[in-house]
């Protein structure tokens, strides 16, 4: 047995992928899979709520009394079809509008000879770095309406223009906020794909008489039909599964949608019923997947590339080259720069719908506690409330990063490793399951699980450390694909060479690995950043108030009306992402320049 054992050891430390492996496989069920299959049993048992509608109910005992309320009572309409429709239409509204708008900017940008492309390329993916119900709260500072609202809104206040209620809220401010902060997706996806298309494919279909639209759809539109469908996959599964924005546009007219329609059940300690909705969400989610993938499966290889060459020739804009700058401007001022002004401007302002001189105040930055003013609050700069949560959401944010990174790194590792076997599959499925799961339902399932000690595991009940693990569990998608991609740039052989000397793996990660790696460890930093900074739903039902964190002050503003607290604390929340941003990025790009030493 002891050679065995000996024998058994020596692989595992010649193979560390193999121990990464076991580790990912044993926490990745722990965090993944048993608080799904625990949200299915809840579906399936009796809870306390239930014994106020069921009178011989037993707490725990087998049921489908949630299934039977949700699918087929006379509740249905309300919990349900409702929710179901508005969430659906949503989603492809807000995909449509993204897809098109992502669409136009990339053809723009790669495909003509615009000029200042680096600065447009740069301020146009803005909107995607700022929490899309940031978006929504500056819509309901420009179009709210006193008849709803209480206060009127910028337009109606200065140019008295009545403002109907369809506009101020429900589907239509939803889709058009939501659109402006996910049409980064398609951009994104679709600029790539088209910097990979040789112009020579497209000028030898004109060359055979197409026409401009003819070789648009014959030839450009299926290269970069891929990147289509993961943006429209992307954009329908984010936007219908979003909370904020539907919460802030939509609850004050009563337009649930299902994540709005989770928050409310668990708020009213219904959790069988609204993770019955959360599985119908995730169901969504996973079709919306499986139907991109049948219909891009048979054509997973577009070869764009080839070895003779390659050119990009942009396209001459002409006469058009003044219309088209200007509507980039317009756009990115009417989008950006205007409604950061009045965001501002907002914050300086005692009665929310006076703009005229005399009503201008700094109360609400450096102003001392008046209970005839925002219900006594201090101003934000005085404000332990806010400062702490500041603090919070900075250490939130940076520990979830580095983490978040490692990692990914360390998934990445084990993946390619592994490529081609079942446990990189399986590991690489689970890292990214959590990506269709509710941020509501999720949280709601960790309160559950760590209220009481589990094993050498403690309560994490109202903990940091509670919000600090799911953040990370719930970006594992992000980072494990940054992490993949990184480590899959890494030729195999530098590492070999390194085992050949004996040098353990340890310090082949730490001289080898990571150094190489750090674009993509720096990227998984700056995305994880900014969603764990930004985030809401996923925290929202966790934090106490030694654990407030921005945005979820932000939302407790809001439902109180105080509008100049919500816009001061907003500022202040995306002055640290963009301070973030620009200090991640200024490491990413000073670490290039070192070298690499093993000796």
Same mark, same amino acid.
């Given at each position: 047995?002891?050679?065995?054992?000996?024998?058994?050891?020596?692989?595992?430390?010649?193979?560390?992928?193999?121990?990464?492996?076991?580790?990912?496989?044993?926490?990745?069920?722990?965090?993944?899979?048993?608080?799904?299959?625990?949200?299915?049993?809840?579906?399936?048992?009796?809870?306390?709520?239930?014994?106020?509608?069921? *009178?011989?109910?037993? #707490?725990?005992?087998?049921?489908?009394?949630?299934?039977?309320?949700?699918?087929?009572?006379?509740?249905?309409?309300?919990?349900?079809?409702?929710?179901?429709?508005?969430?659906?239409?949503?989603?492809?509204?807000?995909?449509?509008?993204?897809?098109?708008?992502?669409?136009?900017?990339?053809?723009?940008?790669?495909?003509?000879?615009?000029?200042?492309?680096?600065?447009?390329?740069?301020?146009?993916?803005?909107?995607?770095?700022?929490?899309?119900?940031?978006?929504?709260?500056?819509?309901? =500072?420009?179009?709210?309406?006193?008849?709803?609202?209480?206060?009127?809104?910028?337009?109606?206040?200065?140019?008295?223009?009545?403002?109907?209620?369809?506009?101020?809220?429900?589907?239509?401010?939803?889709?058009?906020?939501?659109?402006?902060?996910?049409?980064?997706?398609?951009?994104?996806?679709?600029?790539?794909?088209?910097?990979?298309?040789?112009?020579?494919? #497209?000028?030898?279909?004109?060359?055979?008489?197409?026409?401009?639209?003819?070789?648009?759809?014959?030839?450009?539109?299926?290269?970069?039909?891929?990147?289509?469908?993961?943006?429209?996959?992307?954009?329908?599964?984010?936007?219908?599964?979003?909370?904020? %924005?539907?919460?802030?546009?939509?609850?004050?007219?009563?337009?649930?949608?299902?994540?709005?329609?989770?928050?409310?059940?668990?708020?009213?300690?219904?959790? @069988?019923?609204?993770?019955?909705?959360?599985?119908?969400?995730?169901?969504?989610?996973?079709?919306?997947?499986?139907?991109?993938?049948?219909?891009?499966?048979?054509?997973?290889?577009?070869?764009?590339?080839?070895?003779?060459?390659?050119?990009?020739?942009?396209?001459?804009? @002409?006469?058009?080259?003044?219309?088209?700058? !200007?509507?980039?401007?317009?756009?990115?001022?009417?989008?950006?720069?205007?409604?950061?002004?009045?965001?501002?401007?907002? !914050?300086?302002?005692?009665?929310?719908?006076?703009?005229?001189?005399?009503?201008?105040? %700094?109360?609400?930055?450096?102003?001392?506690?008046?209970?005839?003013?925002?219900?006594?609050?201090?101003?934000?700069?005085?404000? #332990?409330?806010?400062?702490?949560?500041?603090?919070?959401?900075?250490?939130?944010?940076?520990?979830?990063?580095?983490?978040?990174?490692?990692?990914?790194? =360390?998934?990445?590792?084990?993946?390619?490793?592994?490529?081609? !076997?079942?446990?990189?599959?399986?590991?690489?499925?689970?890292?990214?399951?959590?990506?269709?799961?509710?941020?509501?339902?999720?949280?709601?399932?960790?309160?559950?699980?760590?209220?009481?000690?589990?094993?050498?595991?403690?309560?994490?009940?109202?903990?940091?450390?509670?919000?600090?693990?799911?953040?990370?569990?719930?970006?594992?998608?992000?980072?494990?694909?940054?992490?993949?991609?990184?480590?899959?740039?890494?030729?195999?052989?530098?590492?070999?060479?390194?085992?050949?000397? @004996?040098?353990?793996?340890?310090? *082949?990660?730490?001289?080898?690995?990571?150094?190489?790696?750090?674009?993509?460890?720096?990227?998984?930093?700056?995305?994880?950043?900014?969603?764990?900074?930004? #985030?809401?739903?996923?925290?929202?039902?966790?934090?106490?108030?030694?654990?407030? =964190?921005?945005?979820?002050?932000?939302?407790?503003?809001?439902?109180?009306?105080?509008?100049?607290?919500?816009?001061?604390? !907003?500022?202040?929340?995306?002055?640290?992402?963009?301070?973030?941003?620009?200090?991640?990025?200024?490491?990413?790009?000073?670490?290039?320049?070192?070298?690499?030493?093993? @000796?």
């Amino acid at each position: 047995m002891k050679p065995r054992y000996r024998f058994l050891m020596s692989r595992l430390r010649s193979k560390p992928e193999l121990i990464l492996s076991i580790l990912f496989i044993i926490v990745f069920s722990f965090l993944i899979i048993v608080p799904f299959l625990r949200m299915i049993y809840t579906t399936f048992t009796y809870q306390g709520y239930d014994l106020r509608l069921k *009178r011989d109910a037993v #707490e725990g005992a087998f049921t489908l009394f949630h299934y039977m309320r949700v699918f087929a009572s006379d509740l249905t309409e309300a919990f349900l079809i409702k929710p179901l429709l508005h969430s659906i239409a949503v989603g492809f509204g807000v995909t449509v509008l993204a897809m098109i708008l992502g669409s136009i900017f990339a053809w723009i940008f790669v495909r003509t000879d615009i000029p200042h492309k680096k600065f447009f390329q740069t301020v146009i993916t803005i909107p995607y770095m700022i929490p899309s119900w940031v978006i929504a709260l500056v819509w309901v =500072l420009f179009f709210q309406n006193n008849r709803i609202g209480g206060t009127a809104g910028i337009v109606q206040s200065l140019l008295g223009i009545p403002i109907p209620d369809w506009l101020a809220y429900g589907y239509v401010p939803i889709v058009i906020t939501l659109g402006l902060h996910y049409y980064a997706y398609t951009f994104l996806m679709i600029s790539g794909a088209l910097r990979t298309i040789d112009s020579e494919l #497209e000028e030898a279909g004109a060359v055979a008489g197409l026409q401009r639209t003819h070789v648009l759809m014959k030839i450009t539109f299926p290269l970069v039909l891929p990147a289509l469908g993961s943006s429209f996959v992307l954009t329908f599964t984010r936007s219908m599964g979003t909370f904020g %924005t539907p919460a802030l546009l939509g609850l004050p007219v009563r337009f649930f949608t299902l994540p709005t329609q989770i928050y409310a059940m668990i708020n009213s300690r219904n959790v @069988g019923d609204a993770f019955v909705l959360a599985l119908v969400l995730i169901v969504l989610a996973v079709t919306a997947i499986l139907i991109n993938n049948k219909m891009i499966g048979v054509r997973k290889s577009f070869v764009t590339m080839k070895g003779k060459g390659f050119r990009a020739n942009p396209m001459k804009l @002409g006469t058009y080259k003044p219309l088209i700058m !200007t509507f980039l401007s317009v756009f990115l001022i009417l989008v950006i720069v205007l409604p950061l002004i009045m965001l501002i401007l907002s !914050t300086f302002i005692m009665i929310p719908d006076n703009y005229s001189a005399d009503n201008m105040t %700094t109360h609400f930055w450096i102003g001392d506690s008046d209970p005839m003013i925002s219900s006594g609050q201090k101003g934000i700069m005085k404000n #332990e409330g806010i400062i702490r949560a500041m603090f919070n959401s900075i250490r939130l944010g940076v520990i979830s990063a580095v983490l978040n990174a490692f990692i990914g790194l =360390l998934i990445g590792y084990t993946v390619v490793k592994n490529r081609g !076997t079942k446990i990189a599959r399986t590991i690489e499925a689970v890292a990214f399951a959590p990506y269709v799961f509710p941020g509501i339902a999720f949280a709601a399932i960790y309160l559950g699980m760590f209220s009481q000690p589990f094993g050498p595991i403690p309560a994490l009940y109202g903990t940091f450390s509670l919000i600090v693990l799911i953040v990370i569990v719930k970006n594992l998608p992000f980072s494990s694909r940054s992490g993949i991609s990184a480590i899959m740039q890494i030729d195999a052989s530098l590492e070999e060479s390194a085992v050949t000397q @004996g040098i353990p793996w340890l310090k *082949r990660f730490r001289l080898i690995i990571l150094p190489l790696s750090k674009s993509g460890f720096f990227s998984g930093m700056l995305l994880t950043f900014i969603t764990s900074v930004r #985030e809401l739903s996923l925290v929202i039902l966790l934090v106490t108030p030694k654990t407030e =964190l921005l945005t979820t002050m932000i939302f407790a503003y809001k439902t109180q009306e105080q509008t100049q607290h919500v816009n001061g604390v !907003t500022l202040v929340l995306l002055f640290i992402i963009i301070v973030a941003n620009v200090l991640i990025r200024l490491v990413s790009l000073k670490s290039k320049y070192k070298t690499i030493d093993i @000796g």
